[in-house]
């Protein structure tokens, strides 16, 4: 009867505690992920606004072949108006690659995007888009190293969040029969 009454006592600590630690592992997930996409946004309007004044397109993105699979270097992709890479940096099996149907329509309609693309299983890019009169420039970069920072803070919520469980239930459960003695 005694673990009965400890586990009602536990129920609400348990339940605060699993609400915390998703919002600290939350916060922090989303300040790597939106982090991530800094310096392509510099880096996509920047070229956008020097291509819709009229620059060659050969002057604003640079000659470098990046290997978006290994790389962490961020990397650019121009595309034209009829949604095809015409230019770049970001190769990805020596190629530069097409964007999934709507995301440069999407751009078009809302003047930017930024998204999280996966063009092939291993590969994670953290993408922003912007328009310009005669297409789009992507800026990206490769995710590998932002999805190994979430994964170390999800293992140190996971464990802190399971230590912390066990201490509130035994810490409860002492109190419960420290009580019960007297």
Do not use: C
Not at 79 to 89: C, F, R, S
Not at 122 to 142: E, S, T
């Amino acid at each position: 009867m005694k673990i009965k009454n400890t586990f009602k006592v536990w129920l609400p600590f348990a339940v605060v505690i699993t609400a915390f630690s998703m919002l600290a592992y939350a916060t922090v997930q989303q300040v790597y992920r939106q982090g991530a996409n800094d310096p392509q946004i510099q880096m996509a309007v920047d070229a956008a606004y020097m291509l819709e004044q009229g620059k060659p397109i050969d002057e604003v993105i640079p000659n470098d072949v990046i290997d978006m699979e290994r790389s962490l270097a961020p990397f650019y992709v121009v595309y034209n108006l009829t949604e095809q890479p015409v230019a770049g940096t970001g190769y990805l099996n020596d190629s530069l690659q097409t964007l999934p149907p709507g995301v440069l329509e999407y751009t078009s309609e809302e003047g930017q995007d930024r998204i999280t693309w996966q063009p092939q299983p291993n590969v994670r890019i953290a993408a922003v888009i912007v328009p310009y009169k005669d297409g789009y420039v992507l800026a990206g970069r490769n995710l590998s190293e932002v999805e190994d920072r979430e994964s170390q803070t999800s293992l140190f919520v996971d464990v802190t969040w399971i230590l912390a469980l066990v201490a509130t239930f035994i810490v409860i459960a002492v109190g419960e029969y420290v009580l019960s003695k007297n």
